[in-house]
């Protein structure tokens, strides 16, 4: 079992910046890899970025260059700092965990990214 915490959300303008972090309890020591993904209403969870055991960083188009994925491997804390955030940024951001063999998703509650234009 992995508990994930989030915070770091909040309201931000246009062109602002925020960094949401994702810390993480239990077994952590099964975690293949974590990432953040994103859902605004009426659309599908969208992975975001993720980074595994080994460090390997990944990103959606979408938030190629403006989002950084990075983790405090002794705190069990994942971070994603959110540069240049833009109106169509605005959702509710998940942390997720891969986990063990079978690669079982865990997720965190969420916080509410608001960009205001």
């Known amino acids: 079992q992995v508990q994930l915490v989030e915070s770091g959300g909040g309201l931000v303008q246009a062109g602002g910046s925020l960094r949401l972090s994702c810390t993480a309890s239990?077994?952590?020591?099964?975690?293949?890899?974590m990432g953040w993904y994103r859902q605004a209403p009426g659309k599908q969870r969208e992975l975001l970025a993720s980074?595994?055991?080994?460090?390997?960083?990944n990103y959606a188009d979408s938030v190629k260059g403006r989002f950084t994925i990075s983790r405090e491997t002794d705190k069990n804390t994942v971070y994603l700092q959110m540069n240049s955030l833009k109106p169509e940024d605005t959702a509710v951001y998940f942390c997720?965990?891969?986990?063990?063999?079978?690669?079982?998703?865990?997720w965190g509650q969420g916080t509410q990214v608001t960009v205001s234009s």
């Open positions: 239990g077994s952590t020591f099964s975690i293949n890899r």
């Open positions: 980074i595994s055991r080994g460090g390997t960083t």
């Open positions: 997720n965990a891969v986990v063990g063999y079978r690669e079982v998703d865990y």
